[in-house]
């Protein structure tokens, strides 16, 4: 069994993080005050199949993966926290749990924001993580499937991080879910869905519910989990269009303080101080005497419930919240300790299926296979970006010109929390810049001075 020190350190080397969301560097999580270990395989976002496919296909690797990261942390139980509608998966995992005392199935309801930590908590463990406080404050630690795959892929095989499986889904011939070295472009990964079946596309990156609008030419990073091709007029293409000050003026004008977003707000229904309707009253009518409202903002956590799902007039209680929050966050103004409420018993009849989430947003026509193609795809031109985590960018240790081999580390961890970046193909380095390095295939670079000569 290896020490939490002795794992933290290859962890870190091996440059894992949270395989989707914000990217927190994994070895961070590792924590002897850990008593509960969740594998998160709620697949929060609709249309995203990753997850399920990996952890059916790699049940006992990641299993024993998940247990021994238990036992070095010395946690007491270990709980997968896994969807009731993933059956193969299910069925996969009961093949091999009898071998691990402590671990357990947590079931989910198909319901949106399953996968969002705190939620995901409270459902497998009746724990309230304490607003603005972190998992390890109630002995959780939370780690996802293909994090803890990218774990076993390190210990077992020495690879470090240097590929992502990146689900295509929406406008495309073939939904499927693809594994792509970091760096490759969002336009090559599309394209192994075959053609679009719209003539003008728009690039979601992350699901339609916390993604956002991307460009062709950006690179996928170790948190890309997700490209949903929708048209350019599709209902979230519109919403994430809009511009703030006018979806203040619309909630000036229509938001009837009919109190949908809080009552069906994730982290309010936990006991969290989050109230968006008593935010967008505020916000609105620009009326500071109860401060609280805006510094409660910091408890959203941004799953987008309250304007892509509660809101009947349409207003973007989210959006505005977001604005509010980054500004409090430039000026330093941290979450304050807050305590939760009781959980109250209307909780479970204000959960959001996630059927009806879907055919709200206009999603249902998509929600389609995109079966798993586990073989790195071939590449010859990759840009890898110095920051794909929470905290301090990997520092480059390579200069243009360079040969590198797929699997060197070409950034190593910078001074406090970081991990180090690997080369996902071998090459030559073309370009450093303190954001990305771009390797190139030699014979690429060859043809294409062949052809400018
Ligand atoms: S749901 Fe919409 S209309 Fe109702 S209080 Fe919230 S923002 Fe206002
Ligand atoms: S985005 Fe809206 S629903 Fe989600 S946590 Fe924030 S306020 Fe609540």
Same mark, same amino acid.
């Given at each position: 069994?290896?020490?939490?020190?002795?794992?933290?350190?290859?962890?870190?080397?091996?440059?894992?993080?949270?395989?989707?969301?914000?990217?927190?560097?994994?070895?961070?999580?590792?924590?002897?005050?850990?008593?509960?270990?969740?594998?998160?395989?709620?697949?929060?976002?609709?249309?995203?199949?990753?997850?399920?496919?990996?952890?059916?296909?790699?049940?006992?690797?990641?299993?024993?993966?998940?247990?021994?990261?238990?036992?070095?942390?010395?946690?007491?139980?270990?709980?997968?926290?896994?969807?009731?509608?993933?059956?193969?998966?299910?069925?996969?995992?009961?093949?091999?749990?009898?071998?691990?005392?402590?671990?357990?199935?947590?079931?989910?309801?198909? *319901? +949106?924001?399953?996968?969002?930590? %705190?939620?995901?908590?409270?459902? !497998?463990?009746? =724990?309230? $993580?304490?607003?603005? /406080?972190?998992?390890?404050?109630?002995?959780?630690?939370?780690?996802?499937?293909?994090? *803890? +795959?990218?774990?076993?892929?390190? %210990?077992?095989?020495?690879?470090? !991080?240097?590929? =992502?499986? $990146?689900?295509?889904? /929406?406008?495309?011939?073939?939904?499927?879910?693809?594994?792509?070295?970091?760096?490759?472009?969002?336009?090559?990964?599309?394209?192994?869905?075959?053609?679009?079946?719209?003539?003008?596309?728009?690039?979601?990156?992350? /699901?339609?519910?916390?993604?956002?609008?991307?460009?062709?030419?950006?690179?996928?990073?170790?948190?890309?989990?997700?490209?949903?091709?929708?048209?350019?007029?599709?209902?979230?293409?519109?919403?994430?269009?809009?511009?703030?000050?006018?979806?203040?003026?619309?909630?000036?004008?229509?938001?009837?303080?009919?109190?949908?977003?809080?009552?069906?707000?994730?982290?309010?229904?936990?006991?969290?101080?989050?109230?968006?309707?008593?935010?967008?009253?505020?916000?609105?009518?620009?009326?500071?005497?109860?401060?609280?409202?805006?510094?409660?903002?910091?408890?959203?956590?941004?799953?987008?419930?309250?304007?892509?799902?509660?809101?009947?007039?349409?207003?973007?209680?989210?959006?505005?919240?977001?604005?509010?929050?980054?500004?409090?966050?430039?000026?330093?103004?941290?979450?304050?300790?807050?305590?939760?409420?009781?959980?109250?018993?209307?909780?479970?009849?204000?959960?959001?299926?996630?059927?009806?989430?879907?055919?709200?947003?206009?999603?249902?026509?998509?929600?389609?296979?995109?079966?798993?193609?586990?073989?790195?795809?071939?590449?010859?031109?990759?840009?890898?970006?110095?920051?794909?985590?929470?905290?301090?960018?990997?520092?480059?240790?390579?200069?243009?010109?360079?040969?590198?081999?797929?699997?060197?580390?070409?950034?190593?961890?910078?001074?406090?929390?970081?991990?180090?970046?690997?080369?996902?193909?071998?090459?030559?380095?073309?370009?450093?810049?303190?954001?990305?390095?771009?390797?190139?295939?030699?014979?690429?670079?060859?043809?294409?001075?062949?052809?400018?000569?």
């Amino acid at each position: 069994m290896m020490e939490i020190e002795q794992l933290s350190k290859l962890i870190q080397e091996n440059g894992i993080v949270g395989a989707g969301g914000a990217g927190f560097p994994s070895y961070a999580k590792l924590n002897a005050k850990t008593e509960t270990l969740i594998l998160n395989c709620a697949e929060c976002e609709p249309l995203l199949k990753l997850h399920r496919q990996l952890l059916e296909k790699y049940a006992a690797e990641i299993a024993d993966t998940f247990y021994k990261i238990g036992r070095t942390v010395g946690a007491k139980e270990m709980v997968i926290g896994i969807k009731k509608s993933y059956k193969k998966t299910i069925e996969a995992l009961h093949a091999v749990l009898d071998a691990y005392p402590n671990m357990r199935l947590g079931l989910l309801d198909e *319901v +949106y924001p399953a996968g969002d930590e %705190v939620v995901l908590i409270y459902e !497998v463990t009746k =724990k309230v $993580v304490k607003p603005g /406080g972190l998992p390890i404050d109630c002995g959780v630690a939370v780690f996802n499937v293909e994090t *803890v +795959y990218n774990v076993y892929r390190a %210990v077992e095989k020495n690879i470090p !991080v240097i590929d =992502k499986l $990146v689900s295509v889904v /929406g406008e495309v011939e073939h939904p499927v879910t693809v594994r792509v070295p970091i760096g490759t472009s969002i336009e090559e990964t599309v394209r192994l869905a075959g053609n679009n079946t719209h003539d003008d596309p728009v690039y979601f990156i992350g /699901g339609p519910m916390m993604g956002q609008i991307g460009s062709g030419l950006q690179p996928v990073t170790k948190t890309t989990n997700a490209v949903l091709v929708l048209p350019q007029d599709h209902l979230i293409v519109r919403k994430k269009q809009r511009k703030a000050s006018i979806d203040l003026k619309r909630a000036a004008a229509s938001c009837c303080q009919c109190t949908m977003c809080t009552d069906l707000c994730p982290r309010n229904r936990l006991g969290h101080p989050i109230e968006p309707h008593l935010f967008m009253r505020a916000a609105t009518c620009k009326d500071v005497q109860e401060p609280n409202i805006f510094i409660n903002t910091m408890f959203c956590s941004s799953c987008g419930l309250c304007e892509m799902y509660s809101c009947m007039q349409g207003l973007s209680p989210r959006s505005l919240i977001a604005d509010y929050k980054a500004g409090l966050r430039a000026n330093g103004i941290k979450p304050p300790k807050a305590e939760p409420k009781p959980v109250g018993t209307e909780r479970d009849y204000r959960k959001v299926p996630m059927a009806r989430l879907m055919a709200r947003l206009d999603l249902a026509k998509y929600n389609k296979k995109a079966p798993l193609a586990d073989e790195a795809i071939t590449v010859s031109k990759v840009k890898i970006l110095l920051s794909q985590h929470i905290g301090a960018p990997a520092a480059a240790v390579v200069h243009a010109g360079e040969q590198v081999q797929k699997g060197q580390m070409i950034a190593q961890p910078a001074q406090g929390l970081s991990v180090g970046i690997h080369a996902s193909i071998s090459g030559t380095v073309s370009a450093v810049t303190d954001q990305y390095i771009v390797i190139e295939k030699e014979h690429e670079k060859q043809k294409g001075c062949a052809e400018n000569e």
